[in-house]
């Protein structure tokens, strides 16, 4: 692997982040928790970004021409996520890009992938995951929400939980069982569901940030036309597979952080109270976590490099994933004792440093090791697809 990028590479670089300059607020301090964070005019914000990067081709530039990208190489797409997510940019992530779009072009019909791909990189529909439910969470392929075919139709019922950005969404990724008789990995279907379809509720669950980007989803008889399969039927499960795979490659955890860590240090240089200055274990805390981010970004550098040199990553991705949870995690903790009783401040008040993001970092950080695959499923990947050991 050669850890240097080409001259066309940064020059790109340095043309997304001149766009970053021109379209974020003077002020702005970037995004925070599940999306709601800032109120509407954070919303307003995220939607004016997403049809200008949706006009540049930015929002699925590795996706082929044909559906709306610009073949970017996936070195080109990590400069891109870095960039975007070191300024915590708004509108720079969606489902639908990440792994929506990708299973329909593995997966879907001709009708499917000229109907849905272009209104996903044109930024015209925003998509939510409908995986979870209150009895599979890590152990997905135990979901109970259930499909029946009736007519030309799929007739839904059943509950999802923790699904992110429901409320905002206009269509759903929805995993649902439609064989019941089936081992609990070959009886499972993809759809894609309108959200306003009559029968679904949704009902926002509020975080202990205080944030409502979850929400859990009610299915009562929902009929989906047949037409929303995605796929061969029962064979849903590996397709989720592949799909959760996408999410994976882990640069945003590494760029967010690396800019969290440079606030402190910041803070700490402006605020020279000897206390903190010369606390032997908060100077090592903060150079432990500079290490850490430096040896994450280069781990998540090597899924793009691999996906170039044409391989697969599969456990690599999950390593990525997991050092990145616990990183964020840690810088969370050590931000918060680093400010001490100040650390604990929330948003809004005067007297909260660093605008109150360590307070609100360090409670959404405990969903980090928990959302998009849990550590322990993560240990469990590397240890038999990339260890080689036996399952226990």
């Known amino acids: 692997m050669d850890f240097r990028f080409t001259p066309e590479q940064e020059q790109f670089r340095e043309e997304v982040r001149e766009f970053l300059r021109q379209e974020l607020p003077a002020d702005w301090q970037g995004a925070g928790g599940y999306g709601d964070e800032g109120g509407e005019a954070t919303r307003e914000l995220s939607r004016r970004m997403m049809a200008k990067l949706a006009e540049r081709k930015w929002l699925a530039m590795a996706w082929p021409e044909e559906y709306g990208g ?5 070195m080109q797409q990590l400069i891109y996520n870095e960039e975007m997510s070191y300024q915590g940019a708004p509108g720079s992530f969606s489902m639908g890009v990440a792994w929506v779009g990708p299973a329909i072009m593995l997966y879907g019909t001709d009708e499917q992938k000229q109907r849905y791909l272009p209104r996903i990189t044109g930024g015209e529909d925003v998509w939510c995951t409908l995986y979870s439910e209150p009895e599979a969470g890590s152990d997905l392929a135990s979901l109970q929400t259930k499909a029946v075919r009736d007519g030309d139709d799929f007739v839904i ?7 992110s950005n429901a409320q905002g969404s206009q269509w759903g990724w929805l995993a649902a069982r439609t064989d019941p008789e089936a081992p609990k990995h070959k009886g499972i279907s ?10 679904i509720t949704i009902r926002p669950l509020i975080n202990m940030a205080g944030q409502s980007g979850f929400s859990e989803v009610f299915f009562e008889n929902v009929r989906v036309p047949k037409e929303n399969l995605v796929g061969e039927l029962n064979r ?5 597979a592949v799909a959760l795979d996408f999410e994976r490659s882990g640069i945003q955890a590494y760029a967010g952080g690396r800019r969290t860590l440079e606030r402190l240090i910041e803070f700490v240089q ?15 805390r903060l150079a432990d976590r500079a290490v850490e981010l ?18 697969i990553p599969n456990y690599e991705a999950s390593i990525s994933k997991l050092y990145g949870s616990e990183l964020t995690q840690r810088l969370a903790l050590t931000g918060v004792q680093l400010l001490g009783t100040y650390g604990g401040l929330e948003p809004g008040s005067k007297w909260a440093p660093l605008h109150g993001r360590l307070e609100r970092s360090y409670l959404s950080s405990v969903a980090s090791t928990i959302a998009a695959g849990t550590s322990e499923v993560q240990r469990s990947i590397i240890a038999t697809r990339g260890l080689g050991l036996p399952r226990g």
């Open 270 to 284: 402006q605020h020279p109270d000897e206390t903190v200055r010369r606390n032997p274990m908060l100077r090592m």
């Open 294 to 311: 430096a040896a994450g970004t280069y781990i998540a550098y090597r899924i793009p490099w691999m996906q170039s040199q044409g391989m």
């Open 157 to 163: 019922n059943g509950q999802k939980i923790w699904t």
């Open 70 to 74: 610009l073949a970017a190489s996936h």
């Open 190 to 199: 993809t759809f894609m569901v309108s959200m306003d379809t009559p029968g």
């Open 236 to 240: 849903g499960w590996y397709q989720v």
